[in-house]
């Protein structure tokens, strides 16, 4: 099987600028992400902190081999393991009922410090979708001929791909204080 290579950079690059903006995110703001991991419960106290510091890091290499050729298989791989953790550790409070707490993605669309925070299947389902377009890179692209209306496509499908996610991080970020007003 292999996938027309428009359509694959397309994902591919579209789930790296998502991690990144969120990666940038982290740092900006490392002590709000500390403490969004701790709420997760899942990592002894003694290592949220260097969890806290790693995880961006390891988003930002990640999401940056994926752009390259000669590093995308490794960026990939990496970027798949560390959204599986993600959905993992999210899914887990879900099923505990612990969706109270912030989903830590610090994304575009972090919400304020005062809103009501919540985690929900919604934010698995995310986290899943970027993983999707990440796979893309562990299948074959084809071999036909790049022209110029492709680098048009492939530059209007990323920006799509981009907003879409972003949208998606607003209506989630947005969705506990809607709740909330809905319900006063």
């Known amino acids: 099987m292999t996938l027309d290579p428009v359509l ?12 990144l903006l969120g ?8 002590a709000a992400f500390r403490q969004a991991l701790a709420g ?26 994926l752009l390259f ?28 009922g612990h969706t ?21 299947w919604l934010h698995v389902a995310r986290a899943l979708l970027l993983v999707a377009l990440a796979a893309t890179a562990l299948v074959e692209p084809g071999s036909r001929a790049v022209v110029w209306f492709d680098y048009l496509t492939l530059f209007s499908s990323v920006l799509l791909i981009v907003c879409a996610l972003l949208t998606v991080d607003v209506l989630l970020a947005n969705g506990p204080r809607l709740s909330h007003l809905r319900n006063s």
Not at 23 to 30: E, I, L
Not at 50 to 64: D, G, K, N, S, T
Not at 69 to 96: E, Y
Not at 105 to 114: I, L, M, T
């Open 8 to 19: 694959a950079t397309s994902a591919q690059a579209g789930a790296a600028v998502v991690v």
């Open 100 to 120: 109270d707490i912030d989903c830590g993605c610090s994304g575009f669309a972090a919400a304020r410090a005062d809103a009501p925070r919540g985690i929900g």
């Open 40 to 65: 997760y419960r899942l990592l002894p106290d003694a290592l949220t902190a260097p969890a806290a510091f790693a995880i961006p890091l390891a988003e930002v290499v990640c999401a940056a081999a």
């Open 69 to 96: 050729p000669d590093t995308r298989m490794t960026g990939a791989l990496g970027l798949i393991a560390l959204l599986l953790v993600f959905a993992a550790g999210m899914a887990i409070n879900i099923v505990r």
């Open 23 to 30: 990666a940038f995110a982290k740092m900006r703001r490392p």
